[in-house]
């Protein structure tokens, strides 16, 4: 068990890099807690495999250090580096047993025979995978294998860090709640750091402490889930986080005064005087649809261009003062006739040239 | 209109599609929504005219097409990779459909750039397959699908392949490109969440055979059956096998409730959607029960808690951040107005909408 | 199984199947019709049943034929599945050099029979032939005319030199087909290079590997030009293969009967030994992915 740290990481697939866009890591430092459970979310492209893929050692970075406890791994192999790793298809193999599959890392590592079937034994018992021990492992279902996967690297107890790729890409939705509260509870059990790469703003955020955004290469915010939540460092991080994302809309500040198109708001916090691109962030579940007489003056005319009911909220999608707003209402929730939104004042983000700024309140 | 009667497929000895019946109108957009295996794709190779039913009949606008070939009927499908010519540019992928059925020049080039326009790929036009982002690539095989001027359109899983983020996007712009074009949209998808995104009808499958089918949040707010309920249920459904008795409803130790007026002694299932168990009591949430903390998951906007109850495992779905540790025992309300009631043999005998009727 | 059902299909089938039947049925029943047939020549002809038959069963000749026939195969398929499969194992997976590597690979197999049936001729003879010449100078007394070791030996190098490469890209193409994903949870969990190969890479290959037997099994169990050309059989019978016993006992001798019971033997010998390794394939690779599984 490890804490990583990544010292000045950049890559590039170009052996001769030219310019900064042939980079598809930028610069990246970061500081991972041992036995923490962090999350690298980010678009197809962003670098989070790449940068998965440097942590483990299959890739050698082009500049920077990875250190695992203050240890230089840089130049290491995924062996020495005593990881685990779980890929996106379930990798097994296909001629041996589930147990002769959990224990193929062992034996690789001349571990004692008694000490291999106990381990194995536990792991079957972990996994829930007892009876199917002494099945061919090729015969099982898509998160059988993922397990199995996974299993190989739980039974080396000593693994510094078990790295995910996308796990859960070829998990039917009710396996995936499943195997990922599986991985939770072994997590809180073994207690290894896990790095998980994913594209899924859910899966991020339910399986990590941390969630590490990651946008062309830069990483954007590393934050708790609330964090990401509440304040999102970037506009992008805003939008990727929540569905639908943070309503962002162009307004004017002035100390705590905001205004939007033709509304007049008050803040609950000042701001300094801002330069360029001024924006807000209203989270959809921070809008509330009510009548114009229940909005009172903070209230905004909504052009609700369509609601839908996805059963547990419902979804209502329109104009405020000609910007884009979504809303996410309770499903019990009746729209008015004449539909007015209003932004909690608590919940605004403030964005310029869109990174946050901090209010004093 | 296409309509299926009682269409089965056996492959040797499986049945992959079990007396199938359903009828979809022009226009519509028709979900199937099942796990993997649940029969979905062999419903959809069915209905393009790719397999042959074994039997029953499949019929557009009262004419049979069973037997006709597939490049005779004008069928569009789309699948879950992108499937794009890779040698040909944007421009020629999604005009290829009407070079083949010799569109002229003029209205191909008009269809071309209107399509590409409403998927957003008018920069792309240019560049081949391999240039593109996944995204690109299916929006481009959409494309071609749409201007096909199909009258069926079948999109086989078309967003699992692709970023969460673009998924939401296109669920949201899918329904709105293909409802203008007038066809028959057929859809497949693994995920509750995704039908109630694109609306329209869905059809639940389960082992070859299709559960119910109606529209879609008819479906998910009144399943006909326990079947049905928990494949259109994500998180997953919660429920408890529970014996009714004069006391009330009897769940192992624990009571789920008073008597439910009009229905016999016997045992039934109760099932009861995360986000109508709640953490704290008030007026609706009065049915107390204990359970033991498995996980949580946070969210930043919501907590997921998932617990061990006497008999069974369930999730809890709660609005705001809410810290419990693995091993605590934690009280739970149920809304009773808000069960699901199931007999014994799974069918739907109470309903939270019927109650709230009733109320 | 899951093909669209169409009955004008069969009007596609129906030339190839005159075409067949016209080029292989017929001398096939040709064959049959001399088989049970004695004839003193003028096309005179007496009905001998069953007769040719049990004398080619009984005949050592067959036997020692036969006998060749299956030490060569044996000898083939474990030189040539051995090192195909190891030298498709050093095949770059990418770069430029793989065009390269497969056109190399390639070569052998676009040489006729009767062609490299005589590049190795010429090559080892001690006169003229670079091989030959080098073999005496180097003191090795090698003689393939004479020498029974040396001729099947010269036979076997031909045969190895021309179809290696088959199973070579055949195995090649079932390793880039293995996702890399695979190489890189086996690095991490510690496996050797040898436990990758047994456990990743040879079950993978297994289907493709099971073809370039079968195939390699028909091919060199009806050898014929290869020691046609190079000693016509000898020395002695050393090389005489069944197809060339056949060939001799047909036209050399002209004996009919015999030759056409012969070939009916010869041929059910090949069907039965494919239809055994057919069913071990079909057996061996029987985990088949279900049809409805679009992807795994």
């Known amino acids: 068990m490890a804490q990583i740290t990544l010292d000045n990481i950049a890559h590039s697939f170009d052996p001769y890099p030219t310019s900064e866009a042939d980079y598809a890591l930028k610069s990246i430092d970061c500081q991972w807690e041992d036995g923490g459970a962090y999350a690298l979310l980010g678009p197809s492209g962003c670098g989070k495999t790449t940068l998965l893929n440097i942590i483990s050692g299959l890739l050698t970075p082009s500049n920077g250090h990875v250190l695992y406890n203050n240890k230089d791994m840089t130049l290491l192999t995924p062996e020495q580096r ?46 829930e995978l007892a009876d199917k021990a002494d099945r061919k492992a090729q015969g099982l279902s898509a998160d059988e294998k993922q397990k199995i996967s996974l299993g190989r690297g739980l039974v080396r107890y000593d693994v510094n860090a078990i790295l995910f790729d996308e796990p859960l890409t070829v998990i039917d939705p009710h396996m995936k709640w499943q195997l990922r509260t599986k991985l939770k509870s072994l997590h809180e059990q073994f207690e290894h750091t896990m790095i998980y790469v994913t594209h899924d703003q859910t899966e991020a955020l339910t399986f990590a402490d941390k969630v590490v955004v990651m946008l062309k290469g830069n990483v954007l915010q590393i934050g708790t889930p609330e964090e990401l939540f509440d ?123 869109s990174f946050l700024v901090n209010g004093e309140s | 209109m296409l309509e299926l009667a009682g269409v089965t497929k056996q492959v040797g000895a499986e049945l992959h599609i079990n007396d199938v019946s359903l009828k979809m109108e022009r226009g519509s957009l028709n979900i199937l929504l099942g796990s993997t295996l649940s029969g979905k794709t062999s419903l959809m190779r069915l209905v393009a005219g790719l397999d042959r039913p074994t039997s029953g009949n499949i019929l557009i606008d009262g004419k049979s097409v069973v037997g006709v070939q597939v490049r005779r ?36 080039d008009k269809r ?82 995704e039908a109630l995104m694109l609306g329209g009808h869905t059809a639940t499958l389960f082992e070859g055979q299709v559960t119910q089918f109606g529209r879609t949040i008819d479906v998910y707010k009144q399943p006909a059956d326990l079947t049905t309920a928990k494949i259109f249920s994500d998180p997953p ?24 007026q009009g229905l016999p002694n016997d045992s039934y299932t109760v099932a009861i959607r995360p986000h109508h168990v709640s953490l704290s009591r008030n007026d609706r949430y009065s049915v107390r029960t204990i359970a033991t903390v498995v996980s949580s998951e946070i969210s930043g906007s919501e907590t997921f808690i998932h617990v061990e109850t006497e008999q069974d495992r369930w999730v809890l779905l709660t609005h705001g951040v809410h810290r419990v540790t693995t091993g605590d025992v934690i009280e739970m309300f149920l809304d009773p107005s808000r069960y699901y009631v199931f007999n014994s043999t799974g069918a739907l005998v109470r309903s939270p909408v019927q109650i709230s009727e009733t109320a | 199984m899951n093909k669209p059902f169409n009955n004008k299909a069969w009007f596609f089938v129906l030339p190839v199947f005159l075409l067949v039947a016209i080029s292989a049925i017929i001398p096939l029943m040709t064959v049959v019709n001399y088989s049970v047939q004695d004839t003193f020549g003028n096309n005179v002809f007496y009905w001998a049943g069953t007769e040719w038959f049990k004398e080619v069963l009984h005949s050592s000749r067959f036997h020692d034929a036969l006998g060749r026939n299956l030490l060569f195969s044996a000898i083939i398929l474990a030189i040539e599945i051995p090192l195909g499969i190891a030298i498709a194992l050093t095949l770059p997976k990418k770069g430029i050099w793989v065009p390269v590597c497969l056109i190399l690979m390639a070569l052998p197999l676009l040489i006729p029979w009767n062609v490299v049936g005589t590049i190795w001729q010429v090559f080892g003879r001690a006169d003229i032939g670079l091989l030959g010449y080098t073999m005496l100078k180097l003191g090795v007394d090698y003689n393939y005319a004479t020498k029974v070791f040396d001729a099947w030996a010269t036979i076997i190098v031909m045969d190895v030199w021309h179809w290696t490469s088959l199973v070579v890209l055949l195995c090649y193409s079932g390793l ?65 293969f069944l197809s060339i016993d056949l060939v001799k006992t047909a036209i050399g001798q002209f004996d009919l009967g015999p030759a056409a019971a012969m070939s009916i033997i010869y041929f059910l010998i090949v069907l039965l030994l494919s239809w055994v390794f057919y069913t071990v394939m079909e057996n061996y690779g029987a985990e088949k992915p279900d049809s409805r599984v679009e992807q795994d």
């Open chain 3, 176 to 240: 880039v087909s293995i996702p890399e994903a695979y190489y890189q949870a086996a690095r991490i969990d510690g496996a050797s290079k040898w436990k990758v190969f047994k456990y990743i890479q040879l079950p993978k290959i297994k289907r493709v590997l099971l073809i370039a037997v079968l195939l390699r099994f028909m091919d060199s169990f009806m050898i014929y030009t290869e020691p046609f050309v190079l000693t016509g059989g000898g020395p002695g019978n050393s090389t005489t």
């Open chain 1, 231 to 353: 304040n999102p460092a970037h506009t992008f991080v805003g939008y990727f986080i929540g569905s639908p994302g943070m309503n962002i809309l162009p307004a004017k500040i002035s100390g705590k005064s905001l205004k939007l198109g033709s509304v007049d708001m008050q803040l609950n916090k000042g701001y300094a005087e801002l330069t360029g691109k001024t924006e807000i962030g209203i989270r959809p579940e921070f809008v509330t649809v009510t009548s114009a007489s229940e909005a009172g003056s903070t209230g905004m005319k909504f052009d609700i261009e369509s609601i839908e009911d996805v059963g547990r909220q419902k979804i209502v999608r329109g104009k405020v003062e000609g910007e884009i707003v979504n809303a996410l209402i309770d499903e019990d929730s009746e729209i008015p006739s004449e539909p007015y939104a209003v932004f909690n004042a608590d919940r605004i983000c403030v964005y310029q040239d």
């Open chain 2, 237 to 260: 459904l919660n429920i408890a096998k529970v014996d009714k008795t004069e006391a009330g409803l009897i769940y192992g130790t624990q009571k789920l409730g008073e008597a439910m």
């Open chain 2, 112 to 193: 071309v750039r209107e399509a590409a326009e409403l998927l957003k790929l008018t920069d792309y036009l240019d560049r081949t397959p391999l240039y593109l982002s996944g995204g690109q690539q299916q929006r481009t095989a959409i494309a071609r699908a749409l201007v096909k001027e199909a009258e069926l359109v079948l999109l086989d899983e078309p967003l699992a392949n692709l970023d969460y983020k673009l998924r939401e996007e296109l669920r949201v712009e899918l329904p709105r490109i293909f409802s203008e074009t007038g066809a028959i949209l057929v859809y497949a998808t693994t995920e509750p969440y």
């Open chain 2, 73 to 108: 009927r004008n069928v569009a499908m789309v699948y879950q990779q992108f499937i794009n010519y890779p040698g040909f540019t944007v421009y020629e992928n999604i005009a290829s459909p009407m070079r083949l059925a010799g569109v002229d020049e003029k209205t191909l």
């Open chain 1, 82 to 127: 005593n990881i685990a790793q779980v890929f996106q298809f379930p990798v097994i193999y296909d001629t041996m047993t589930v147990a002769e599959n959990l224990a193929f890392p062992l034996v690789n590592r001349g571990i004692e025979r008694s000490e291999i079937h106990n381990r194995v034994t536990d792991m079957l018992q972990t996994l």
